[in-house]
């Protein structure tokens, strides 16, 4: 059974950082391009960066540019972002995802959902 199960979620304050982890059974990631998205109460969910099967490549949302990192560990089937100076903002549930891919880079949700697997989410707020 493909799985995804993120993690490191949490309540941090404002300024504050958190680590989330995106850990895969059923399957091995080192083919898979691995997308973080976030869902906000009322809001659409939208793209918070994207990582390639190597690690190699990447990109961010440029609301998070410069404060979160993303990476990827395929000898443990886990990828993380790093999140810092966190703001009130970032408040959302946040997925990972991943597609097999042999290409550099893939970050448009409308591939993961059309081909992706998905976590259940892990719940970030920030608040003071």
């Known amino acids: 059974q493909l799985q995804l199960v993120e993690s490191g979620g949490g309540l941090v304050q404002p300024g504050g950082s958190l680590r989330l982890s995106c850990a895969a059974s059923?399957?091995?990631?080192?083919?898979?391009?691995i997308g973080w998205f976030r869902q906000a109460p009322g809001k659409e969910r939208e793209g918070v960066s994207c990582?390639?099967?190597?690690?190699?490549?990447?990109d961010y949302a440029d609301s998070v540019k410069g404060r979160f990192t993303v990476s990827r560990d395929n000898t443990k089937n886990t990828a993380f972002l790093q999140m810092n100076s966190l703001k009130p903002e970032d408040t959302a549930v946040y997925y990972c995802?991943?597609?097999?891919?042999?290409?550099?880079?893939?970050?448009?949700?409308?591939?993961?959902?059309?081909?992706?697997?998905w976590g259940q989410g892990t719940q970030v707020t920030v608040s003071s």
């Open positions: 990582i390639s099967p190597t690690g190699g490549s990447a």
């Open positions: 995802a991943a597609v097999t891919f042999t290409g550099q880079l893939v970050c448009a949700e409308r591939i993961y959902r059309a081909f992706g697997s």
């Open positions: 059923g399957f091995t990631l080192d083919k898979n391009v």
